[in-house]
Nanobody
């Protein structure tokens, strides 16, 4: 089994920064992709950024140049994925979810989400 737990959400003014963290633990030998998604009120969940075990990254156009995804493998039982968010905008307000899976097309494991609120 794989556990996914996010942290680091909060409230910030426009132009500010936040860093989200996600601990992925358990049977992580099957995990080759991790990512961040978000869901704003009344909208569908969307991909924000993802990273593969090979270090390949992908960013949604709306966050390119402002957000950075990175990972640290601490041991054989836990990985941590970060989302550094700079120059935040009110439209970045959403619940941010961390996910992990064997490929970026099969993100089987999800956290419960952490709320990010950006005020103007």
């Amino acid at each position: 089994q794989v556990q996914v737990v996010e942290s680091g959400g909060g409230s910030v003014q426009a132009g500010g920064s936040l860093r989200l963290s996600c601990a992925v633990s358990g049977s992580i030998f099957s995990i080759n992709a991790m990512g961040w998604y978000r869901q704003a009120p009344g909208k569908q969940r969307e991909l924000v950024a993802r990273i593969t075990s090979g270090g390949n990254t992908y960013y949604a156009d709306s966050v390119k140049g402002r957000f950075t995804i990175s990972t640290i493998s601490r041991d054989n039982a836990k990985d941590t994925v970060y989302l550094q968010m700079n120059s935040l905008k009110p439209e970045d307000t959403a619940v941010y979810y961390c996910s992990a899976g064997p490929t970026w097309m099969k993100m089987d494991y999800w956290g419960k989400g952490t709320l990010v609120t950006v005020s103007s």
